[in-house]
Structure formats: C-alpha cells, structure tokens
C-alpha cells in the first residue's frame, strides 16, 4: 500500500501565495470592472539587462554548432560563472570566497529548501519570525517538528524580530544547532547590522551551530556600513553558508540561476565526534540530485559581471528601491509605521490591526494586492508587505488609490 510521507501532514493547508492568488481570483470574479495592481509577490517586472540577454543569445548560438555544442555541464556550475562570482561577489570587496566553493544551481529556493538534507532530523532550528515561509516549511517536511506544538511551525525554536529591534532577529533562549538569517529579510526589510552579525557569528562558534545565510536580496543594500555578505564576518567561513540568487539582482525569477557558497572551511560533526567538510557533502548531494544549470543561462549569469552588465543591473534595483522610496513615503504620510524599503525591495507596514483585514480592505476598496505579514509567521501579525517590484507608473497609482482609502 503506497503510503504517505507523514510529516507531510504537518504542513499549513495552504502556501501563502496560494491562499492570496485565491482571494484574488475571487475578487476578479466578482469585481471584474477593477484593475488590479499587484504589489503582492516577489516578481520582478523589468526585463533582462540587454547585456545578459546578448550573451543569453551567443550562448543558444554555440548550441546550434557541433563545434561549439555543450551537453551535460559540470554539477557546480562552469568554471567561467564560478571564476566571475568569486572575483567580482566577493574578493572585489576584500572576502575570502574561492571558485570552487560556488555552487552555481537554478535558484536560491532549493538551495536553500535543499540544505537542511545535510543535518539530522534531530537537530534544533532557529528560524527568525516573521520570514520567507520555505525555510520552515522544508524542515517540516523533513520531520523536525515535536509533536504537541500547536502552531504551524512546529518544534522549531522562533527567533523573534520586533519592531525595538530594527525588526532583526534576537539570539534565542534556548541552545539551537542551525540558524536561518535573512538579510536583508524578506518580508521586513531589515538589513543586519555588522555588530548584529558578528553577534551571529559569535553565538554560532560557541554553540557549535551553522548558520544559513540567506542574501537573496543583497543586490538592494545601499548603505555602505551594512555588510553584503556574512564572510566580511572573521571567523564567518567555519560556520556559514551563504545563499545568492540572480532573480531580484537581474530580473532571473524566470530564467533561473543563482549559487550557493559552501566554505571549505565549514563542517558538522558526526555522532562520533568527527567534523566532517560541508562543501564536500553538499558537492556529493548536488552530483547526486542536480545536473547542473543550462549552458546559455549561465553566459547570461555571467555577463551581470561585465562592465555594462553591472551598471545595468544595478539600474535595474535602484528602479525599484525609488519605487519603494514612494511607497514608505506614500505609507509614512498615512500615518502608518513601515520598516525597511531603503536598503531592499520591501515595506513592512505596521497595519495597526489583523493583516488579513488590511489585505483585503486594500484588495476590495483600493484593487491593491499586497502579502498579509501573518503569512511569514506568527510574529507578522499585524503587518502587511508591500513589494516594489512593479512599474512605477503602477506604484504611483497604487499609492494613490491606497491613500485615497485611508487618508
Ligand atoms: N530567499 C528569499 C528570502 C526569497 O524571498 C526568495 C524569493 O522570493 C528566494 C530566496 C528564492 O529565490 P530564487 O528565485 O533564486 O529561488
């Protein structure tokens, strides 16, 4: 009898996304005549800076030529994307990242979903609350949940981000093995701080704890105290991994790409008391269960790093961090309190009550689709996220249908 996976049953009934995309399509059903503006999901809206589409297009090129053909590539990424990240991601800023410790892959959502494969279920998870809903859904898959606990997020040990907080996540009370930091984080915003980290970083040596450090977003950081990456951290490289994505840095939620780093330096120990190399464990998962990112998307990932390619990726963020300037001064001049939006594409909007009401107040009297904030956790009650992914023309008319509701 085929049977099913039960920890499966400790997931919530519905993805976030999910259970807005259906109230949406009801209200479209029944309010058809209104034009909805979505500042709702993480999409991007822009197109692919020309450059990678130019070498998107030579790379499909070399594909139609027997000379030039490529079939299955290397699991980890080819040698060029990888050489091109750590040179221009991290050694440019003065961080300590080898070629061979990328691991170059179709996104930051299964990296990051896939990782917790390398851990005994046993283990005690730290996961910030409010935060991006896969890192706790995954580890509910996995079976790390105590059975008793009501709430959706099981076993896991909440990393509270209140508001006094700058809305960063608190060391917790009670010893955890494998932390989830976000930064900046989605949904709030919040951009860690180097002391905020280096406290990270300091309770993850003394605890003998990993940390997964999540930089989807990095792309967005303008301020330059804040640090890009978790190794500006001494120390950070025994103890961190760090995920990257290419979908918000240069609109490649659609094509796909985006890389893992796996120190050489950064291990886990075995019952036997034994520390064992996490990057050749994730080097062995990967070989096992991934064939690698497609030849074409890879040249176009890499021409991010050309001069051109760099200048217009980063138009591309600066578009939308004004598009979030508007909305956090569109929001401020309400009244209402928002975070974040300076140093990512995010604002958190303190609703003043239940976030669901707030989405749908705007979904039905201004035909704006924003996030109810208690879909990240139960510490994003009473918030909402409005993202800044759209065009600005979309923006500055939301932001006036908003205000004309609540004004
Ligand atoms: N990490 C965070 C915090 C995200 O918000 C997202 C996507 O929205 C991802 C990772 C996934 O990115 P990717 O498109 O590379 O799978």
Not at 240 to 261: D, H, L, N, P, Q
Request: charged share 20%.
């Amino acid at each position: 009898m085929i049977r099913v996976n039960p920890h499966h049953a400790a997931l919530p009934a519905r993805y976030l996304f999910a259970e807005v995309a259906d109230r949406v399509r009801a209200f479209r059903r029944r309010r058809p005549e209104v034009e909805l503006i979505s500042l709702g999901i993480g999409d991007v809206t822009e197109p692919l800076p020309p450059a990678c589409i130019r070498a998107f297009h030579a790379g499909v090129d070399e594909l139609a030529a027997a000379a030039s053909f490529r079939g299955y590539g290397p699991e980890q990424g080819y040698d060029f994307l990888r050489e091109a990240i750590a040179r221009h991601d991290f050694q440019a800023r003065g961080v300590h990242v080898d070629a061979d410790e990328v691991f170059v892959s179709d996104g930051s959502k299964c990296d990051i979903g896939n990782f917790q494969e390398l851990f005994a279920t046993d283990i005690r998870v730290a996961i910030p609350d409010p935060v991006y809903p896969v890192y706790v859904d995954t580890n509910l898959m996995a079976g790390r949940v105590s059975a008793g606990k009501g709430n959706h997020r099981g076993g896991l040990v909440d990393l509270p981000c209140p508001a006094a907080n700058g809305y960063a996540p608190q060391l917790p009370q009670e010893p955890v093995d494998l932390i989830y930091l976000c930064s900046p984080n989605n949904p709030t915003g919040a951009t860690m701080t180097r002391p905020q980290l280096q406290q990270w970083v300091e309770y993850a040596r003394a605890q003998r704890a990993l940390i997964l450090f999540d930089a989807a977003y990095e792309a967005f950081i303008r301020d330059d105290a804040l640090p890009h990456s978790i190794y500006e951290i001494p120390g950070a490289r025994e103890l961190a991994v760090e995920f990257r994505s290419y979908s918000k840095t240069a609109g490649f939620t659609g094509v796909r790409c985006a890389y893992t780093v796996v120190p050489r330096d950064c291990g886990a120990w075995q019952d036997d008391g034994t520390r064992v190399s996490l990057h050749g464990l994730w080097n062995r998962r990967q070989s096992t269960k991934f064939n690698g990112v497609s030849y074409p998307v890879q040249r176009a990932a890499e021409a991010i790093y050309t001069p051109q390619g760099r200048q217009q990726v980063r138009a591309l963020a600066d578009g939308y961090l004004a598009n979030a300037r508007i909305i956090r001064e569109g929001i401020t001049s309400l009244g209402l309190r928002c975070a974040g939006g300076d140093n990512s594409p995010y604002v958190w909007i303190d609703a003043g009550r239940d976030s669901w009401e707030f989405f749908g107040l705007l979904l039905e009297q201004a035909g704006v689709v924003c996030t109810p904030g208690a879909g990240f956790g139960p510490g994003g009650r009473g918030h909402v996220r409005i993202s800044a992914f759209n065009q600005r023309a979309r923006v500055e008319l939301a932001m006036q249908r908003i205000a004309h509701v609540l004004g």
